[in-house]
Nanobody
Framework: QVQLVESGGGLVQAGESLRLSCVVS????????MGWYRQAPGNQRELVAG???????NYVDSVKGRFTISRDNAKNTVYLQMNSLKPEDPAVYYC?????????????WGQGTQVTVSS
C-alpha cells in the first residue's frame, strides 16, 4: 500500500522560507509523478508544483521563481522549497503521487501540512 507523509509546515513571516518534505512508502516512487498541491479555506485545491520520474518540473505561475520542487529517489522523498513566502501562500499543502498500475492511473494523497505566513 502506498502512503504519503508530509512534514515541514509551520508559521513563518512574509519573506521567509520553509521546506516541505513528503516521504512515500511503497515501491512506486521511482515511477511516480509527484505533486504538491495547496488548498486555502474557501478555495479549490490547486497544483503548486509537479515533478515527473524524469525530473521534469512544472509550477503554477504564482510561485515560479520562489518555489522549487525536487525529489530524492534514494530516500523516496519529494521536497518543496518555498522561498520569499507571501501572505497569499498560506494553505494546507498536500503531497500526491500518481502512477500507472495494471493499466490504470492511481493517485494517493498525504494528510496535508499547514503553512501559515504572517505579514
Amino acid at each position: 500500500q502506498v502512503q504519503l507523509v508530509e512534514s515541514g509546515g509551520g508559521l513563518v513571516q512574509a519573506g521567509e522560507s520553509l521546506r516541505l518534505s513528503c516521504v512515500v512508502s511503497g515501491s512506486i516512487f521511482n515511477i511516480a509523478t509527484m505533486g504538491w498541491y495547496r488548498q486555502a479555506p474557501g478555495n479549490q485545491r490547486e497544483l503548486v508544483a509537479g515533478i515527473t520520474g524524469s525530473d521534469i518540473t512544472n509550477y503554477v505561475d504564482s510561485v515560479k521563481g520562489r518555489f522549487t520542487i525536487s525529489r530524492d529517489n534514494a530516500k523516496n522523498t519529494v521536497y518543496l522549497q518555498m522561498n520569499s513566502l507571501k501572505p497569499e501562500d498560506p494553505a494546507v499543502y498536500y503531497c500526491a503521487a500518481s502512477w500507472i498500475q495494471a493499466g490504470m492511473l492511481r493517485k494517493n494523497w498525504g494528510q496535508g501540512t499547514q503553512v501559515t505566513v504572517s505579514s
